[in-house]
């Protein structure tokens, strides 16, 4: 199971460091006070509960549970602004929404295929959330039995009237938007939104099936 998720973890990668807390000294169970804090802790609630059913409700079902969950914590319009970069401000306000619709439901499909069973995981929030620029930082961890824990580091947003997540960094350091960025920029100069859109589509119709 860790393998797997070990994996799913690698897939959000990117590389802008981010100052980690040394402990984490909120447990599994203790909610933390801060609202950015509560948006990833309920998101993790979700996510361990899917992982729980994984077998139970199939990747298929595994992308409906998540899916409101993910939407209620992901500011998706403004992670595919940065991820598609100055070729924004070209783009039609159709094909923004194209693009964004994509990224949305790869990042959904990319949670159901690999947070696929449980082996005893467990989310790990610091009560240290940290403020920067506006944004807020929520550190957290993914332990499990027997193995060594994985560091999810959120930036969170507040400009839709929410604390939002607007960038991961896995093990405090690797960004999930610059990497996107990075994967996406080839298929963008040459193709422009409609490619991007057609490989994110690919993209998440391949980790669905």
């Known amino acids: 199971m860790m ?14 460091v981010v100052a980690v807390p ?17 948006q990833i802790e309920a998101f993790h ?42 070729s924004w401000s070209a783009m039609s306000p159709a094909d923004r929404k194209s693009v964004t619709d994509a990224f949305r439901r790869m990042t959904i499909a990319n949670y159901a295929k690999n947070f696929d069973g449980y ?3 467990q989310f790990v929030t610091s009560p240290q959330v940290q403020e920067r620029n506006g944004d807020k930082i929520v550190s957290t961890q993914m332990t499990a039995p027997g ?30 938007v610059a990497t996107r960025r990075a994967d996406f920029a080839s298929t963008l ?9 057609q490989k994110l589509n690919s993209l998440s119709d391949n980790m669905l099936r």
């Open 3 to 16: 393998s797997a998720l070990r994996a799913a973890a690698l897939s959000l990668v990117l590389g802008v």
């Open 22 to 38: 040394s402990a984490m000294g909120a447990s599994a169970t203790t909610p933390t006070a801060d609202p950015a804090a509560k």
């Open 45 to 86: 609630a979700v996510l361990l509960d899917t992982m729980k059913r994984a077998k139970e409700l199939g990747v298929q079902g595994r992308y409906k549970k998540l899916e409101p969950a993910v939407d209620a914590a992901f500011n998706f319009g403004g992670m595919t602004q940065l991820i598609v970069g100055p």
């Open 119 to 121: 082996g005893g995981e």
């Open 147 to 176: 193995k060594a824990p994985i560091s999810f580091v959120y930036r969170l947003d507040n400009k839709q009237g929410s604390w939002k997540i607007a960038d991961i960094f896995l093990n405090g350091y690797v960004s999930e």
């Open 189 to 197: 100069t040459s193709g422009g939104a409609p490619a991007l859109v």
